[in-house]
């Protein structure tokens, strides 16, 4: 699966089969979070058979049922933490995509005391990624009109900037809110955010989807 698959395959998944994740799968996550965490300064923490954070009203709420492996986004607070959280964990949302797993980004519904990641003074959970084999793929979901989302119109565009709104229109953001707005400048691609619950770590994941299908290479 191309990773341009993989961006258009994920949808949010919420119920899973008990099935656990394979050794093999296990360790190939671990050394890309190990990888992610190298370059981000990040502390991502991969938690494996442990349902305690999914129970619960705010659980139910939220519809998990078989949840019992998640991704925590820890790291120091600063003013980029939650864009770079997003960005590296949206980067770790293809991966296990592509390895033929499931995914949801959970900020709200799920029991932050009983997340069983380390988080030192000075650091934060930002929030967290349930994973495994779901009952099904999940299905698509609306997205805002491509002319909404960005300042050129679709027959202006370069081709490669086109490819990369395509895929931000794919990407995951909290409560579907699309709160994103992309411009190109010349040769350069400004976003910017509305405020909105989560809105900075939505930005990181629709900069992950750009850059990853486009190439072009974003300061974070
Ligand atoms: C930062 C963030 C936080 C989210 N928090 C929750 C949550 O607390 N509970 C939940 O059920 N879904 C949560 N979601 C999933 C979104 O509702 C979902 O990604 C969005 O509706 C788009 O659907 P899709 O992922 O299938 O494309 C969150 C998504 C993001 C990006």
């Avoid at 997340?115 to 930002?126: P, T």
């Avoid at 002319?147 to 995951?172: H, Q, R, S, T, Y």
């Amino acid at each position: 699966m191309t990773i341009e698959e993989a961006i258009k395959a994920r949808h949010s998944v919420r119920q899973y089969k008990t099935d656990s994740v394979p050794e093999g799968i296990r360790e190939a996550l671990l050394n890309e979070i190990n990888q992610c965490n190298k370059e981000s300064g990040l502390r991502i923490q991969a938690i494996f058979d442990d349902p305690d954070c999914f129970t619960g009203f705010l659980a139910h709420y939220g519809k998990f049922k078989n949840a019992h492996n998640y991704i925590a986004l820890v790291g120091t607070e600063s003013d980029m933490l939650e864009e770079k959280a997003g960005y590296y964990g949206q980067r770790l949302v293809l991966f296990l995509q592509m390895k033929g797993l499931n995914t949801c980004w959970v900020g709200g519904t799920y029991k932050k005391g009983k997340c069983r990641a380390e988080v030192s003074s000075g650091e934060k959970l930002v929030c967290i990624i349930a994973f495994g084999y779901g009952v099904n793929g999940g299905v698509a979901r609306k997205t805002k009109p491509m002319e909404k989302l960005c300042n050129v119109p679709e027959d202006k565009m370069p081709d490669w900037f086109k490819k990369g709104m395509k895929a931000a229109m794919l990407a995951p953001t909290a409560i579907n809110q699309q709160k994103f707005y992309v411009e190109l400048i010349g040769e350069e691609v400004k976003f910017t955010s509305k405020n909105g619950p989560f809105s900075k770590v939505d930005l990181g994941i629709v900069k992950y989807n750009f850059e990853v299908v486009s190439n072009y290479k974003f300061e974070l």
